[in-house]
C-alpha cells in the first residue's frame, strides 16, 4: 500500500499542467495526475477509459485549447475536470478514476492510501 503524495499548492496552476506521479497499487508503470480546476485540486489515474492508456502525450498536458475540459490526446475523448465523466468521445458515458485529494496550508496532498 502507497501513502499520500504531496505537492505544493504553488506548482498547480488553474488550468495549467497537471502534476503526475506513480500508482504502484495499479502496477509498476501506472501514474495519477492531479489538476487544478475553478481553484479545486482534481486527481484521476492517468488512464483514458477507452483505450486503457496515458491521456497527456505530452506529460502534464491534460486541458484542452479551451481548458475547460481534460482530454485523452489518443483520440479526442473530453472528460469533465470536476466529475471525471467522459461528455464527448468514445467513452461517452464512463469515467475516469478519481483518487482522493486534499489541499491545505498550502499543500496537495493526494491519498494512495485512500484509494
Ligand atoms: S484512448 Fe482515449 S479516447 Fe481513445
Not at 489518443?74 to 468514445?90: K, L
Not at 486534499?102 to 491519498?111: F, L, P, S, Y
Amino acid at each position: 500500500m502507497s501513502d499520500a503524495v504531496t505537492f505544493k499548492s504553488e506548482d498547480l496552476l488553474e488550468k495549467g499542467n497537471g502534476l503526475r506521479f506513480a500508482v504502484p497499487v495499479l502496477g509498476p508503470h501506472a501514474t495519477g495526475f492531479v489538476v487544478r480546476f475553478e481553484g479545486k485540486p482534481y486527481a484521476y489515474v492517468n488512464r483514458c477509459a477507452h483505450v486503457p492508456v496515458e491521456l497527456d502525450w505530452e506529460h502534464g498536458k491534460f486541458f484542452n485549447m479551451t481548458q475547460e475540459w481534460i482530454i485523452c490526446a489518443t483520440h479526442g475523448a473530453m472528460y469533465a475536470p470536476q466529475t471525471g465523466r467522459c461528455v464527448m468521445g468514445p467513452c461517452q458515458g464512463k469515467s475516469l478514476s478519481p483518487i482522493p485529494v486534499t489541499e491545505e496550508a498550502g499543500v496537495i496532498k493526494v491519498h494512495l492510501d485512500q484509494f
